[in-house]
Each structure stands twice: as C-alpha cells, then as structure tokens.
C-alpha cells in the first residue's frame, strides 16, 4: 500500500484507492440505506456481484477484514457503514486492524490522555 | 450590516450523538466531554447569534466517491440528516438560510474560489451532532445554518493554506451582508485521529494542544502545514483541522479564545471544544 505520503500503517486514499476500490466503496456507501443492508445480509454474493466486486474484494468482505478492504481500495468511511451491518464502531475496527482486543485498544486511547 | 460575532470549534464523533441519543451525558466516560458545554451554552445564551456558518467535512452521506466537491455550499431553505448505516436516529431537518448562502456564493466565487452549490443536501453527524451540542432542543429550535463542506476523504485534499483563504473570502462574503444580523461560525471536526490502518487509535495530545494554542493567535502556522504533516502528526482523519483553519481564516478582526477545553479519548478521538470572541477590524479600529 504505498502512497504518495509513505505514512507508516497509515493509508491515504489517493487516486490509485480510489480506481481501485471504486466498485467496493460503492457497495458500501449503499448501506447508509437499511433495505440495502438487508439485501446484503439476504444474499450476500448476489449483491456483491451486482456491485462488480472483484475477487479481492469478495475475499475480503467475505473475511471481515478491513486491512484486506483497505488494501483491496476501501476508503474507511465508506467501510465504517459496512462494519455497521454488523453492529460494529470504529473502536472494533481499530481494535480488528492493530490486532489488539477491544479492551487493550480502549485502554490504549485512554491511555493517550495521561 | 453582518457581524461575525465568533466561533465554535467541536469535535463532531458520532459516539457523541449515539451518547445523546443514550441519555449518557452524565454517564462518567461522557460527563467531562458534555460538561464542556455548560459554558458554551452560557455564551451563546449571552451572544444570542441569529445564524450559524457550519463548517464540516460530509463522511459519505450527502456526497460519494462519484462526484466529490472539494469546498461545497449549501443552497437550500432546509437541510436534512438521513441513515448513515449505524444507528444513529435521524434527527429532524435543520433550517436554512439561503439569503446568506446566495451571499457567500457570489462573493466567494467573486473572490476565485469555484464552488459546488447545493440546493438539496443531506448532512451527516459532522453537521448534527456539533448543532445538537449546542442547540440541544434541535430542529427547529436551532438556530437557521449554512452549511459548508470541505473534503476531507479523495486525496488529494485541499492544502492548509488554500482552506485558510477559503475561510478569508468566506469572512469577506459574511461581513459584506446587508443584513443586519449576528453571524456565529461552527467549525467540526478534529482533532487527532486515525480510524484506518495498522496505526489506527493514533492520537496526538501534544499536537493538538500545539494547534489550539496557534489557532487563536498565530493561525499562518497552521495554514502553512502541508497535507502530509498534518497526516503525521494528527493522524489520518485529523484533516478535519483544516474545517478549523478555514473558521479562523474567516475571522480577519481580532480573536480571543473564550473557552478552551481538551478532553481524551472521545471514542478514537482528541476531544475539543473552543470558543472564539471576534471583533470585526473596522470596529476593532474604531474602538481605539
């Protein structure tokens, strides 16, 4: 995930991303809408098709993962909507990327205010 | 004539609004992020502004990958929120002002920023949760807003220095107004935060109290951060400073900081809150 900023484990969403991950981004953005969050949970490879996913982007919503997303183009708001179906926050998507519990990654950002 | 009598600055976490929407104000994890408020309430029960000027970055409701404005305006006599996919309820739409939309419009492209209008716009909790920190009976008990959206997610983004004149022509436009009527700016966002990547729960204290220090006094170094250095140093989504540097840049008067408040973590967040007293410099100079 290289980018013009070359920030280490910080992605930028460039050009490049945003070519890449047009087609999964735009899967996401559609689940501000809760007929299509059903629709997704309903058949979850049909309304990936549908979107034009590629196999990259299949595999890694298939995983959950969201450093797999984020490689394969996914832009974090847009994957915030997807960890939402899910009933899931930014904290376990912190938690899910760093490779920490939730517990450890809260007491982690807590710990930044001592 | 309009007068820009100040400004707030807020975090706009969505945690924020799902904590309201929980009665959890005075739950201990929120109680010193919401008790920050009390005095913000107080000044804005003693400045009684008429309008508010929100400056915001939308996170992917009203606007997607598939037409991204880098600075927006909002055009429209109301505005709605809508579902943004995780449960935050949708409050009820906001009202506009589109006199003073029509305004900043004509005289910031008058001035060479080439805007995107919008007489439809939905807003996200970048908009809603700062109004329901403020103006917590909401709706239509809130005062009428203008919203404005800086992008903050197609890189690449607007540099520091380019939202900062932005927020000049912006205060041009405002104190050109013939109306008489008392203007307050909203800036949301910030401060230190990073959601996405194997860095994410970054957060900067000592960054951020840097840039509320530089904010009241010394805005130009702020402006002269690049994208890149914010990004280190503020973490990925701490670009939402530049909605901060834009409010300031639209305060050419003299500026005193009110109130200032700093508060870790809000969810993954550097929680702040600033209130900015602005004396318009015509009447700065009459006064001395």
Same mark, same amino acid.
């Given at each position: ?114 | ?10 975090? %706009? ?111 996200? %909790? ?33 540099? *520091? ?92 008067? %003299? ?7 700093? %508060? ?16 318009? *410099? ?7």
């Amino acid at each position: 995930m290289d980018d013009q900023f070359n920030i280490p484990g910080t992605p930028v969403f460039d050009g490049v991303q945003a070519r890449k991950g047009y087609a999964l981004n735009k899967m996401c953005y559609s689940f501000n809408d809760d007929a299509n969050r059903k629709a997704f949970l309903s058949n979850e490879e049909g309304y990936m098709r549908k979107y034009g996913l590629n196999e990259a982007q299949k595999e890694a919503i298939r995983h959950r993962n969201v450093l797999e997303l984020i490689a394969a183009g996914g832009n974090i708001y847009y994957l915030a909507k997807f960890a939402g179906i899910f009933g899931l926050g930014v904290q376990d998507v912190g938690a899910q990327q760093t490779g920490m519990s939730l517990q450890a990654f809260k007491e982690m950002l807590t710990a930044h205010g001592h | 004539m309009a007068r820009i009598i100040g400004a707030i600055a807020t975090s %706009h976490v969505p945690s924020i609004g799902g904590a309201i929407a929980k009665g959890l104000q005075k739950d201990p994890y929120w109680k010193p992020f919401f008790d920050a408020f009390d005095p913000v309430h107080d000044w804005l029960a003693r400045n009684k502004p008429d309008v508010a000027v929100v400056i915001y970055n939308d996170h992917g409701l009203n606007f997607f990958l598939d037409q991204m404005p880098t600075f927006a305006v909002g055009a429209a006599e109301s505005y709605t929120n809508a579902d943004e996919g995780w449960g935050l309820p949708v409050r009820p739409p906001y009202i506009g002002d589109s006199e003073l939309s029509w305004q900043i419009i004509d005289k910031v492209m008058a001035q060479d920023f080439d805007l995107v209008t919008c007489q439809e716009m939905q807003v996200d %909790h970048a908009f809603v949760v700062p109004m329901q920190l403020l103006w917590p009976d909401g709706g239509a008990n809130a005062i009428p807003a203008v919203p404005v959206t800086i992008n903050s997610i197609q890189h690449p983004l607007p540099r *520091a220095e380019r939202c900062f004149h932005f927020g000049q022509a912006i205060g041009r436009a405002i104190e050109s107004f013939p109306r008489d009527c008392k203007v307050v700016l909203l800036a949301t966002g910030g401060l230190s935060h990073q959601l996405d990547g194997t860095r994410a729960g970054f957060i900067n204290k000592e960054f951020d109290l840097w840039c509320m220090d530089k904010i009241v006094n010394d805005p130009q170094a702020l402006a002269d951060l690049t994208t890149k250095e914010i990004i280190e140093k503020a973490g990925s989504q701490g670009v939402e400073l530049m909605c901060w540097i834009a409010m300031r840049g639209a305060m050419q008067g %003299h500026v005193s900081a009110a109130f200032s408040k700093y %508060h870790i973590p809000v969810s993954n967040t550097g929680g702040a809150v600033m209130v900015f007293d602005h004396q318009p *410099a015509a009447r700065a100079l009459a006064a001395e």
